[in-house]
């Protein structure tokens, strides 16, 4: 399957059609070949896919161009500043990527040449007792939030940023596809439950569901599964909602009200995914970087 996204998402200009069956193709090797057989599956499938392909395809031109990282710039982006927290800590994290290292091992990099990547963090919020001025006092136990960001990890590293682009497109079509097969095995092991989750207001589903309640899976059909696999397809907004979030930070990562008080506060807007099942939300943002600002720390020698 993906090979057949590379395919896929290698080029604007390649011919609709075409596009079409290779979209079909790869959301069918991806969920359950056996759908193969079921009747009319490309008509079926037509419109989902060129909604899927449509989405990705804003979803990554959505997030804009690339965000430099580098101590250099550090402290003059403040998204970069409130990712990170210090620039000991982004160049920990970045040398530790196991992608950006994948990629200069396999790719054959030249050192030196600028990398463009995804960037995902885990974004929180954390609750604290701290410490502020008020003109020349210094107030104690004040209640604060913080802006917490973890688990950093880079997707869809490449050598430029129309290839990394391309990385994310294909990233972001498999998680759609990734979500349709797993709304079919659930069906599959008789999991009502799951099948209907997000999906109340579809009667079709709701049918499916009110079957499976009452049968169990052999209540379902191949047309059944393939309904499945298309009402995803055609809702991609449900599985990867994009979102975006706002807020003022100060130098400390924590957050205030109003900046316009606060001369080392700043004011940043991030995208990020919002997880259908309620999870903790994760930042999305276009990066470019060059790892030898990033080397990979000595090992110790004991």
Same mark, same amino acid.
């Given at each position: ?64 161009? &690339? *965000?430099?990282? /580098?101590? @250099?710039?550090? #402290?003059?982006?403040? +998204?970069?500043? !409130?990712?990170?927290?210090? =620039? ?67 997707? &869809? *590293?490449?050598? /430029?940023? @129309?290839?990394? #682009?391309?990385?994310? +497109?294909?990233? !972001?079509?498999?998680?759609? =596809? ?125």
């Amino acid at each position: 399957m993906i090979e057949l996204l590379a395919r896929l998402f290698a080029r604007h200009d390649t011919p609709e059609d075409r596009l079409i069956r290779m979209a079909i193709d790869a959301i069918v090797a991806g969920t359950d070949p056996r759908l193969r057989a079921a009747a009319g599956v490309d008509k079926r499938l037509r419109e989902p896919a060129r909604t899927a392909i449509r989405y990705v395809r804003q979803l990554a031109d959505r997030l804009g161009p &690339a *965000v430099e990282l /580098s101590a @250099a710039v550090y #402290g003059s982006d403040p +998204r970069v500043r !409130a990712l990170f927290g210090s =620039v000991d800590s982004m160049r920990q994290i970045i040398a530790r990527d196991t992608a950006l290292r994948t990629f200069e091992r396999e790719a054959g990099h030249q050192a030196g040449d600028e990398v463009f990547a995804l960037l995902l963090a885990e974004r929180r919020l954390k609750h604290v007792l701290g410490m502020d001025l008020q003109g020349e006092v210094v107030m104690r136990d004040l209640a604060k939030t913080l802006l917490v960001f973890s688990k950093h990890r880079l997707r &869809a *590293v490449a050598a /430029s940023e @129309a290839a990394s #682009g391309r990385a994310m +497109r294909i990233l !972001a079509f498999r998680q759609l =596809v990734a979500a349709a097969r797993r709304r079919v095995e659930d069906a599959r092991a008789g999991r009502p439950a799951d099948l209907d989750a997000g999906q109340t207001d579809d009667p079709v589903v709701a049918d499916m569901t009110a079957r499976l309640r009452r049968s169990g899976p052999s209540a379902l059909v191949l047309d059944d599964y393939l309904v499945l696999v298309a009402r995803v397809l055609a809702q991609p907004g449900r599985q990867l909602p994009i979102r975006t979030f706002t807020a003022t930070v100060d130098r400390m990562g924590a957050m205030v009200e109003d900046a316009t008080t606060r001369s080392d506060a700043d004011r940043i807007t991030l995208w990020e995914l919002a997880r259908p099942d309620g999870d903790v939300p994760t930042i999305a943002i276009r990066v470019r970087l060059r790892p030898t600002d990033f080397p990979q720390p000595m090992p110790e020698v004991l």
